[in-house]
């Protein structure tokens, strides 16, 4: 795509090259600033094709262009003088935007966090579009007829479907890990560690299992979020507070060393437990909810359900229901649950039709829902 035609739109409404002082681009904006702000035009800006918003900020005239903010920025910066573009910057914020941040209002507290959730899981977005259609692609093939459901073809093509999910605690390792600008690879040797298969077959299960003689559980991680979401925050604490009082002639060497000596057994031990435990607690409140008012426990578990699939604490409850159809023939909180998927379905067809400036947005919905529709 030829993104000339509005970066010269751009810059015509942005009051032309002599309003420009100077140029830098995040994960999702083009950030301005400019000498007069009156010969700013951020209405018209607002209308071009590719344009999600503009709006004033920090002392910045920021157009929200989206994932191709940065092909939008190298054709705004032909048309400008080098000196004036400086490329990337860290945050998806200006200095001025994020003053507030000292303070610990609960409002505050929570932004942070859904920020933090975003550029972890934005950039994975392709990726997960792209094994959701090689699934569907698997599914239709097996249902025309076209092969068996045990044939290579598909075995290959489910392979690369499942191996997304069974390793994201590692790609999601790495996409916080760049957010937080430490060791993507140290951080995904962290993910990687957790889903060691040895490991975790002659432990899972063991009883009397001990690290250090500090007894513990041994869980399977594969398909999880929640470990490495608490763990590469802290990691991130350990990799900063080392780089500030280590040599930088033992950086190489000790933070590594460190990181994982310290990170690795530390989701075993801790937040593995607590993540097991925490499934477990939602999944004991919610089956108790169904046997006293199970039009709540319906409400509940609907309304929950995709931030428990997003944390993989659903697994808790996955049991219950096997247990049930095996049981009964029949069970009724998967339905419950099933609301969620419906309502995610809702979504991914809206936004198919109200994001027509955001093509790549659209695209990964449109598989969203081509996923959903098989599967149901």
Not at 22 to 42: E, I, M, P, Q, Y
Not at 190 to 216: C, D, H, N, R, Y
Not at 275 to 302: C, E, H, K, R, T
């Amino acid at each position: 795509m030829s993104f000339e035609a509005e970066a010269q739109s751009i810059m015509e409404y942005i009051g032309g090259t002599s309003n420009i002082v100077s140029l830098t681009h995040c994960a999702t904006r083009l950030r301005f600033v400019v000498h007069d702000k009156s010969k700013v035009n951020g209405q018209n800006i607002e209308k071009l094709n590719e344009v999600l918003k503009f709006l004033e900020s920090g002392g910045q005239e920021q157009v929200v262009i989206g994932p191709k903010v940065e092909s939008m920025y190298d054709a705004v910066m032909t048309l400008l003088d080098k000196d004036k573009g400086k490329g990337i910057v860290d945050e998806n914020y200006s200095e001025e935007d994020l003053k507030d941040k000292k303070s610990l209002s609960f409002n505050n507290l929570i932004n942070s966090v859904f920020s933090v959730l975003q550029a972890t899981f934005t950039p994975i977005l392709p990726a997960m579009a792209g094994v959701g259609l090689i699934k569907a692609l698997s599914i239709t093939l097996s249902g025309i007829g076209v092969f068996s459901a045990k044939a290579p073809t598909l075995m290959i093509f489910n392979g690369i479907y499942n191996a997304f999910f069974y390793f994201l605690p590692i790609i999601i390792s790495i996409s916080m890990a760049r957010k937080f600008k430490v060791d993507i690879y140290v951080a995904a040797a962290i993910g990687a560690s957790i889903l060691e298969p040895t490991m975790i077959m002659k432990l899972i299960g063991v009883k009397g299992t001990s690290f250090l003689g500090i007894p513990f559980s041994m869980e399977n991680y594969s398909s999880t979020v929640f470990p490495v979401l608490i763990a590469i925050p802290i990691y991130t604490l350990i990799y900063k507070f080392m780089k500030k009082r280590i040599s930088s002639n033992y950086h190489t060497l000790l933070i590594p060393f460190i990181s994982l000596l310290i990170m690795v057994p530390f989701i075993i031990l801790i937040i593995g437990p607590i993540a097991v435990g925490l499934g477990d607690m939602i999944s004991g409140l919610i089956m108790s909810l169904f046997s006293v008012a199970p039009i709540l426990a319906g409400l509940l578990l609907g309304g929950l359900w995709e931030i428990l699939v997003t944390f993989g604490l659903h697994w808790a409850i996955m049991p219950i229901v096997i247990s049930n159809i095996a049981t009964k023939g029949a069970d009724s909180i998967l339905a419950c649950a099933g609301a969620a998927t419906w309502a995610a379905i809702g979504i991914a067809i809206a936004l198919i039709f109200k994001a027509k400036k955001d093509p790549e947005l659209r695209s990964v919905m449109a598989a969203a829902l081509f996923l959903y529709y098989l599967q149901e």
